[in-house]
């Protein structure tokens, strides 16, 4: 039996639809008894269950061969670090003495022992905890996700902008996250265990004005760039609803971004470019208002 974290997000989703696929058994893990229905409607099972609950947590551990380990993402208009950080507790906590055969982890590009700078410093550490423990362990890191631009869809719709904190030729990894998942799913249920840390990224590398040429195409108008300066990187993080403390994390993220370490020269490459999830995106989302 396979238990997934995070299973109907982005990537945790595209796992459990692997899975099944292949005819594995998957048990789902979400705090919504409406996402467990539809989790149990596509063919898996589910466990409502919250992170916190580590009691829960260890015993659904114990009833299971493998685990996809995903981090939640905590609301943004709360103490975004802390909790993270809390829920990496509750996961670490929950594999002591689960006997679990091996166990997969997501984490991210740029991820590096640092303070108050979102999850490059806090999916470190869930890193270095992970490969301290006795349990063997794959990292994914994944490159900076394609859905990350889903909210430009209205504004570039509308104005024609496509709003940037990254310069509009700034250079980056990028991802689709169901790509992510199908690796995931694949070393996951792999035979052969390959441990370690593996790179994740899309068939190309791509620039903001990349994803504002594939915005164009997709809804048949120019869109331009229009970069965010970083002394208004937290102001704008604060108008759409976070925290004072997760605005400056994120801030704080977004250049370590920019000066970023040395990019791997081999990652494992997902099949979608941006242009095609671009188009996805606006064929699923006919209005965006």
């Given at each position: 039996?396979?238990?997934?974290?995070?299973?109907?997000?982005?990537?945790?989703?595209?796992?459990?639809?692997?899975?099944?696929?292949?005819?594995?058994?998957v048990?789902?893990?979400?705090?919504?008894?409406?996402?467990?229905?539809?989790?149990?409607?596509?063919?898996?099972?589910a466990?409502?269950?919250?992170?916190?609950?580590?009691?829960?947590?260890?015993?659904?551990?114990?009833?299971?061969?493998?685990?996809?380990?995903?981090?939640?993402?905590?609301?943004?208009?709360?103490?975004?670090?802390?909790?993270?950080?809390?829920?990496?507790?509750?996961?670490?906590?929950?594999?002591?003495?689960?006997?679990?055969?091996?166990?997969?982890?997501?984490?991210?590009?740029?991820?590096?022992?640092?303070?108050?700078?979102?999850?490059?410093?806090?999916?470190?550490?869930?890193?270095?905890?992970?490969?301290?423990?006795?349990?063997?362990?794959?990292?994914?890191?994944?490159?900076?996700?394609?859905?990350?631009w889903?909210?430009?869809?209205?504004?570039a719709?509308?104005?024609?902008?496509?709003?940037?904190?990254?310069?509009?030729?700034?250079?980056?990894?990028?991802?689709?996250?169901?790509?992510?998942?199908?690796?995931?799913?694949?070393?996951?249920?792999?035979?052969q265990?390959?441990?370690?840390?593996?790179?994740?990224e899309?068939?190309?590398?791509?620039?903001?004005?990349?994803?504002?040429k594939?915005?164009?195409?997709?809804?048949?108008?120019?869109?331009?760039?229009?970069?965010?300066?970083?002394?208004?990187?937290?102001?704008a993080?604060?108008?759409?609803?976070f925290?004072?403390?997760?605005?400056?994390?994120?801030?704080?993220?977004?250049?370590?971004?920019l000066?970023?370490?040395?990019?791997?020269?081999?990652?494992?490459?997902?099949?979608?470019?941006?242009?095609?999830?671009?188009?996805?995106?606006?064929?699923?989302?006919?209005?965006?208002?």
């Amino acid at each position: 039996m396979y238990v997934i974290l995070g299973a109907t997000g982005h990537i945790g989703s595209a796992v459990v639809a692997k899975l099944v696929g292949d005819g594995a058994n998957v048990v789902a893990v979400t705090r919504s008894n409406e996402k467990a229905r539809r989790c149990r409607d596509a063919g898996a099972g589910a466990a409502v269950l919250d992170i916190a609950d580590v009691a829960g947590l260890r015993e659904l551990f114990r009833k299971a061969k493998r685990a996809l380990l995903i981090n939640p993402t905590a609301d943004v208009s709360g103490e975004t670090d802390l909790a993270e950080r809390k829920s990496v507790d509750h996961i670490i906590a929950a594999l002591e003495g689960s006997e679990l055969e091996r166990v997969v982890a997501e984490s991210t590009y740029g991820a590096q022992p640092c303070k108050q700078c979102g999850d490059l410093g806090v999916l470190f550490e869930f890193e270095k905890r992970l490969q301290a423990q006795a349990i063997p362990t794959t990292i994914i890191r994944g490159a900076y996700y394609f859905s990350n631009w889903d909210a430009s869809l209205r504004t570039a719709r509308h104005d024609g902008i496509l709003y940037s904190m990254f310069p509009a030729d700034f250079v980056l990894p990028m991802v689709a996250p169901a790509d992510i998942g199908a690796i995931a799913a694949d070393l996951l249920s792999s035979e052969q265990p390959r441990l370690g840390i593996h790179y994740v990224e899309g068939p190309a590398r791509y620039c903001a004005n990349d994803v504002a040429k594939a915005f164009s195409v997709s809804l048949g108008k120019s869109v331009n760039v229009v970069v965010v300066p970083p002394d208004r990187w937290e102001e704008a993080f604060r108008k759409l609803g976070f925290s004072e403390q997760a605005a400056a994390s994120y801030a704080r993220m977004t250049r370590l971004t920019l000066n970023g370490p040395e990019l791997p020269e081999r990652p494992l490459r997902g099949r979608k470019s941006l242009q095609l999830y671009v188009e996805d995106l606006v064929r699923r989302n006919p209005r965006a208002d």
